[in-house]
């Protein structure tokens, strides 16, 4: 069998450059102005006008970036809407249509510019047309959210030593070694390369390439020299599962879980991010992306009110010292509690996204519908939460809650009959032990019928839970309030 040639990038045309460079002026001018969108779209235009022009590339991939703010992490949803792409990149690569890959990969990075598995295809598509300097670029970027990644380096390495720039292929190579100390590779290049004198003389600072300077490698670190830790030792024995068995999706996540575990949230989220790409994007590990994102700002929401507590606390038992009554931080308590606000919507906007997904997965698990509603409740989506919880309530051991939660919906939208209703089938379905439900449905019974004229029954009701539990929301005084109103009628 004839080995096939060698594919080449074709020279754009005098028109087709003289469109590109337009457009070009055009895309400057749409991201001066912020049109982030507009502007990618027209970098786009001129990556498949000119795909070999390092100058539109390095703009589009900016521009990608500054539209997601640098998060890397791209869009919310990347993970629901690249796997079609993806796979069209993989297609197109197995085909030798490596211009057609770069388009589909650009797309991907168009919601998530720091897709790994997409820039490592793209690095081998351009190392394919003979476009180096690209390729080297490309790992580069992906090297700004996974710096330790072996997969990268050993990609990255190998073209460093295509361009005959020995100095920072040590240093990747040894990174690699450091990451997996049972590689093979890694540990002939390293000697081969007599790494360990470069890196004993402190000679690993160099630049990405020969043509465009790294901001990335400029910043890589040697750690030959450092000692295992525990974090280490703890962490190697979960690497080297995950390099026997790498589309096992729960060995990523019980990595990811340790790194959390020892305050290193960049390795968790690299680790998973590195099982996406074997495991399929295993759905298992999405939901833990997303729950990653979330912990910054919970333990923010926590440290709010820790804050706001102490200064309650410090209002309770001020002795009116100017000291004791200004040592209460930056915030004033009116500022906190704004913040604590502001961060309880935000982990509810988000936890809407994590259950509307497990719900959208597994269908037939109507507690994430439980999970869902309850939130959706909390950001006033009546409707759509009311959507949601009527299909929970069909299940049996669910139903208690599904119903109180629908009728905290219908008593919200005024409509207190369907309320009511809801009230008294959760009423019904809820099982023995469940004190602190009944005495909520209670409430909302009584309180509901009090609200539309029915005092006898919001009476009766009022004294059942009273028999409870007399402090409950201030019963009793609504009893009273409720009495005297009836005795006035």
Known sequence: MSEQPAPKVPSPTADQRRIAQDTFA?????????????????????????????????NLRKTQK???????????????????????VKNAKRNRDYLKALE?????????????????DMAEAFDALGLSDLAVFTL??????????????????????????????????????????????????????????????????????GS???????????RATEKPDKLARDADPLRKRIEADPTEPSLYVQLATL???????????????????????????????????????????????ARIRKLKDKTAAEDDTAENSTDTGDLSEKELLQLRVKLLKEINTREIDLYRVKADRFPSENQ?????????????????????LQVARRDEKLKWRAAMLLGVCFRKRNNWRLAQRNFEEALTALPPGEEGGKKELLFQLASGCAENGDLPRAIDLGHELANLDFTFKNIGKLLDEWNDRLQSA
């Open 104 to 120: 589909h990969a650009e797309q991907v990075l168009c919601r998530n510019p720091w897709d790994l598995g997409t820039q490592l």
């Open 66 to 88: 500054e539209k997601f703010g640098n998060n890397l992490r791209g869009s919310r949803f990347a993970f629901l809407t690249t796997p079609r792409l993806k796979a069209r």
């Open 212 to 222: 465009q300077e790294s901001p990335v490698l400029g910043r890589i670190e040697s």
């Open 368 to 388: 994430h519908r439980i999970e869902l509603g309850t939130r959706l409740l909390k950001a006033d989506l009546i409707d759509e939460a009311i959507t949601e």
């Open 140 to 209: 580069d970027q992906a090297r700004q959210k996974n710096p330790k990644d072996a997969t990268l380096n050993r990609a990255l390495a190998r073209q460093f030593e295509k361009r005959g720039d020995f100095k920072s292929a040590i240093v990747l190579w040894q990174i690699v070694k450091e990451s997996n100390p049972s590689d093979v590779e890694a540990a002939h290049k390293a000697k081969d390369l007599a790494a360990s004198d470069t890196i004993a003389k402190g000679q690993y600072e160099q630049t990405a390439s």
């Open 26 to 58: 055009k895309a400057r001018e749409a991201i001066a102005n912020e049109q982030l969108d507009y502007a990618i779209s027209l970098l786009l235009t001129c990556c498949r006008l000119d795909p070999a022009n390092f100058f539109y590339r390095q």
């Open 259 to 305: 790194y959390r575990r020892h305050g290193h949230a960049d390795r968790a989220r690299a680790t998973l991010q590195q099982g996406l790409g074997p495991t399929g994007n295993a759905f298992q590990l999405q939901l833990e992306l997303m729950d990653l994102d979330l912990a910054p700002v919970r333990k923010n929401l926590e440290l709010t009110e």
